[in-house]
């Protein structure tokens, strides 16, 4: 079983529909999530960044995170095409650069 | 302000070739980081470098060495390159190895091993 797993797609989405983003893992002490968006042909970008469980909210991007389920969750509202793009999530323990973990990522196309 | 910049963009190289990526930073990070991401695995570190005089390995280190050359510069190394070694590659920089730590990326090297 990989550390950190996510579909990987492709998820297809007409314009304004609400994306759900998703990854699971295995390592109950993973206290650090982030979400990274991958343009094609592109670097990562840090997207939304969360500590221990919880909502955090910015603008049309929401980061949720169930410890208990080992679970998180990025919702993308009234999304765009320009919100195509590969979306990564990462972990880690002790938010040191080198110990971060990351899933295989979701490629997401939103269709006008 | 470039962040972090890569050469070369693309590059082919048979096998046995040795070839070096390099990477520089011009946001006075003190953290370096070489990934390597291939399709359905995620982006894994093959090296780190948590200050200037300083590299560590990561996940995947077999295969490659680093060197880091000032604050500035981090290079990665293939001294004998083979197929396996087919992939992306992204530099990454961050300001400190602890705290709110966000990783600002290169736009990588396609790097294809014959």
């Known amino acids: 079983q990989k550390e950190v797993e996510q579909d990987p797609g492709p998820l297809s989405v007409p314009e304004g529909a609400i994306v759900s983003l998703n990854c699971t893992y295995s390592?109950?002490?993973?206290?650090?999530f982030m979400w990274y968006r991958q343009y094609s042909r592109k670097g990562p970008e840090l997207l939304m960044y969360?500590?221990?469980?919880g909502n955090k909210e910015d603008g049309r991007f929401t980061a949720q995170v169930d410890k208990s389920s080992k679970y998180i969750s990025l919702f993308i509202r009234d999304s765009q095409p320009s919100d195509s793009a590969t979306y990564l999530c990462?972990?880690?323990?002790?938010?040191?650069?080198?110990?971060?973990?990351f899933g295989p990522g979701t490629r997401l196309s939103v269709l006008p | 302000n470039a962040g972090v910049t890569q050469t070369p963009k693309f590059q082919v190289l048979k096998t046995g070739q040795s070839m070096t990526l390099q990477c520089a930073q011009d946001?006075?990070?003190?953290?370096m980081y070489w990934y390597r991401q291939d399709p359905g695995m995620g982006l894994r570190l093959i090296y780190y470098?948590?200050?200037?005089?300083?590299?560590d390995k990561g996940e995947v280190p077999n295969g490659y060495n680093v060197s880091r050359l000032n604050k500035r510069e981090f290079s990665l190394r293939l001294e004998s390159a083979a197929p396996s070694q087919t992939s992306v590659y992204f530099c990454?920089?961050?300001?400190?190895?602890?705290?709110?730590?966000?990783?600002?990326f290169g736009p990588g090297t396609r790097l294809t091993v014959l």
């Open positions: 969360t500590y221990s469980s």
């Open positions: 946001m006075n990070h003190n953290s």
């Open positions: 990454a920089s961050s300001a400190t190895s602890g705290g709110a730590n966000e990783q600002f």
């Open positions: 470098s948590a200050s200037e005089g300083t590299t």
């Open positions: 990462a972990m880690s323990e002790d938010n040191y650069g080198q110990n971060f973990v």
């Open positions: 390592n109950s002490a993973f206290q650090y």
